[in-house]
Each structure stands twice: as structure tokens, then as C-alpha cells.
């Protein structure tokens, strides 16, 4: 039996899927933070899986496609759990992608050898975006049909081509059917890009290794993933169902805007357009800016910084464990979202935009400056080596005294 079970592991499939999900050598150290890249995983699962039964019931047309939303949650058996695991299935989701970048953020898993794990990353966040946007149009409520008429909108702004991508987008000279329809055909296929994004991205952190909160690889401190790290990462998982199941069977329609309950109206414009919450910071970018051009490179600028981020940032000690500058300045930047969250459900009108823009400001200047903190600590570590710089600054650089050389990145063992 055993000798059977070794020659199904070596066949192809079954020995890359071993490799990665069995045997992989894992950090011994790594705590529960590290679970949220497979919680991401198991969700995407569920969005997937609800998507694929609404898209059974939902009808793509502006004439029935709100009363076809109506008809899952009022006449389909079980549709209305359908309907609210997958519109706040999208929250959980982001929920658990936003912890996973920030505590990458934090332990420095995006540095050197790792790069391109950060740049895949990006463009997950990026692909998650842009279906979380054309699904939330999909319930043509008065929210979703002006929501789209304002986003799609600024692509106008781009010199030359914008027009012309206006109207690609919306399949004519207004939001209507043919926009529509092509939303839900990209809604429908967009998940399935994430997830063979997401393959890349796993295959890419394998590659090199996964990071731990000392950020340095050990070539004597390595476990394999299963059965240890499967024991801990359902951990995490029932405590997070257990969050989203109160989110979903107690307040399913807390992240929801009123006005997307009544049928999209073309003549008649919300008062204060408002997208869902995990757009907002972004959105408050994009207000905080006058001129329209400037708001969309502004955007841009946003995820060239966050793939710029690990070129930038070359100090070699990497978790923000031991670098005490680098974690006063992340955790401005974690406050900083906070603002942007709140002003981008605000008014466009005095103070909020003022405030707006000094948070806007702040997030742009800790990415413009991230170089600069890790060439200080470097210097300060060196030159407390050479017993030349005062204790206090030498704990800003390394607070707990911990070797310079020892925090290098190790060649990969495996």
C-alpha cells in the first residue's frame, strides 16, 4: 500500500501538487497572520461557486435585471442566502486581502528575493477591484447605474484614447443594455483570471520560500506544511466564519446604500453618489484631486507605487519587528486609510475635501520616502557597531539588539 501510494506521488500532477501542499518545507515560526493567504483562497472559492448559481437566475437586460435580483431573493429556494453570501462574500473578501497586504507590509514579504510575489499581488488587488466595481452595477439599482456612469466616465480623461474607451465601455453613447451585458460577461469571467493569478502568486512565494516574522530563511527551521500549518490555518478559518456568519445572517445589508434598492432611474441623480466601502480610501484619492486627469494618474500612481514598493525598499533586515522607524511609519500609514475611508463617503464640499487631500498627501509621501528610512536604520546599526552614535538612536534602528549580519536573507536551503 505504501509502495502504491509513493508511485501515485510521483506521477506528475499528483507530485507538483505534493510538492506544494504537503511537503512544502514551511517556517517552523510563522503565526496565525500567515493564515490569511489561504482564508483569501477559500473565499475566492465561495464568490466563484455563488456566482456561477446567481448567474443561473440573473438576466442581463436594464429591463429585468433588478426584478431578476428581486426574483432570487424572494422566489428561488435559498436564493436569498445566494444573493448575501455573494454581495458580502465581496467584503469578506477584501477583508481578508487587506490583512494579508498590510501584514506582508509589515514583516517586509514583498522584499528581495520575493519581488515578484508583491508584483502578482498587485495585480490580484487591481483584478479584485475592477470585478468588485462592474458586480456592484449588476443589481441596476439607482446606485449601481450612476455609480457606473461616474467611474467608467473618467476614462474620458486619458488624452486621445479616452473617448474612444468610453464608449467601448459602454457599448454606445450612454449606460444602457449593451453596457450592461457586457459587465456580467466580464463579471463571470474575471474570477477565474483571479484564481489563475492567484495559482502564479503561490507558485511565485514557493519558489523562494514564505517569509517569517524574524524575516530571515533557516535552513534548520523548516517544517512541512501538512499536517502542522493545516492544523493551524482552520483555526483561522472558524474564526472567521464565525465573524462573517454575524455580518451575513445579522446585518447582510449594513455594507448597502438605500438608494440600490430602487430601480436605476436615468433621470433622476442621487443626491451623493457613494461606492462600497472598500473603494473608499481610493474614491477620497480621486476627490481629493480637481482636476480629472490628475485624479486618474493619481490612481495609477497608487499601484505603480505599491509594485515600485519592493525595488525601493533594499534594507536587509526586513520585518518591522526590528526596525523601529519603518514600524512608526507603517502604522501612520495603516491610520492614514481611516480618513480616506470616512471623507470618501463624505460631501464633496468644505472641510472634507481639505481633509482629503492632507491624508492623500500623507499615503503618496510615506511611498515617496520609503528608501529613505531603511538607508537610515542601516546607517544607524553600522555606526552603532563602530560604537559612534548614542544607545537611544541605535534602538529606533534595532530595537532589540539583534545582529545585522544574522537578519541577511540566507540562500533558499530546498
Known amino acids: 500500500m505504501a509502495a502504491r501510494r509513493l508511485s501515485i ?47 443561473m437566475h440573473y438576466t442581463p437586460h436594464v429591463d429585468l435585471a433588478f426584478h431578476s435580483v428581486e426574483h432570487i431573493m424572494r422566489d428561488v429556494k435559498g436564493g436569498w442566502l445566494l444573493r448575501y453570501m455573494h454581495a458580502n462574500g465581496a467584503s469578506m ?57 461616474v467611474i467608467t466616465s473618467l476614462a474620458s480623461a486619458i488624452p486621445v484614447v479616452g473617448d474612444t474607451i468610453v464608449t467601448w465601455l459602454w457599448g454606445g453613447f450612454s449606460v444602457d443594455n449593451a453596457t450592461l451585458n457586457r459587465f456580467f460577461s466580464l463579471h463571470y469571467l474575471l474570477p477565474f483570471l483571479i484564481a489563475g493569478a492567484s495559482i502564479l502568486h503561490l ?60 430601480p436605476a432611474n436615468p433621470m433622476s441623480t442621487p443626491a451623493h453618489i457613494v461606492p462600497e466601502w472598500y473603494f473608499l480610501p481610493i474614491y477620497a484619492i480621486l476627490r481629493s484631486i480637481p482636476n480629472k486627469l490628475g485624479g486618474v494618474a493619481a490612481i495609477g500612481l497608487v499601484f505603480a507605487s505599491l509594485v515600485a514598493l519592493p525595488f525601493l525598499n533594499t534594507h536587509a533586515v526586513r520585518s518591522s519587528s526590528f526596525r523601529l522607524i519603518h514600524q512608526r511609519l507603517f502604522w501612520v500609514l495603516l491610520a492614514d486609510r481611516l480618513p480616506l475611508g470616512w471623507i470618501g463617503c463624505q460631501p464633496v464640499e468644505a472641510p472634507y475635501v481639505t481633509i482629503g487631500q492632507l491624508a492623500s498627501c500623507v499615503f503618496f509621501l510615506y511611498l515617496a520616502i520609503t528608501p529613505i528610512p531603511g538607508q537610515i536604520e542601516a546607517g544607524l546599526i553600522q555606526q552603532n557597531a563602530d560604537g559612534t552614535i548614542s544607545r537611544h538612536f541605535a534602538m529606533l534602528a534595532n530595537p532589540i539588539g539583534v545582529s545585522y549580519r544574522l537578519l541577511e536573507p540566507a540562500p533558499y536551503p530546498y
Open 203 to 262: 507558485a511565485a512565494l514557493h519558489e523562494y520560500g514564505s517569509n517569517n516574522p524574524l524575516g530571515i530563511n533557516s535552513s534548520v527551521d523548516k517544517i512541512a506544511l501538512y499536517p502542522y500549518l493545516y492544523v493551524k490555518d482552520p483555526v483561522g478559518w472558524v474564526a472567521f466564519a464565525i465573524f462573517s456568519s454575524i455580518w451575513l445572517f445579522h446585518a447582510p445589508n449594513v455594507s448597502g446604500h438605500p438608494d440600490n434598492y430602487i
Open 93 to 149: 473578501f477584501f477583508i481578508v486581502v487587506y490583512l494579508h497586504i498590510f501584514r506582508g507590509s509589515y514583516y517586509g514579504s514583498y522584499t528581495s528575493p520575493r519581488e515578484f510575489v508583491r508584483c502578482l499581488g498587485v495585480v490580484i488587488s487591481l483584478l479584485m477591484i475592477v470585478t468588485a466595481f462592474i458586480g456592484y452595477v449588476l443589481p441596476w439599482g439607482q446606485m449601481s447605474f450612476w455609480g457606473a456612469t
Open 9 to 55: 506521488l510521483k506521477q506528475p500532477v499528483f507530485s507538483t501538487l505534493n510538492q506544494h501542499l504537503i511537503d512544502y518545507p514551511t517556517p517552523s515560526n510563522i503565526s496565525y497572520w500567515w493564515g490569511f493567504g489561504s482564508l483569501a483562497g477559500l473565499c475566492l472559492g465561495i464568490q466563484i461557486i455563488t456566482g456561477v448559481f446567481l448567474a
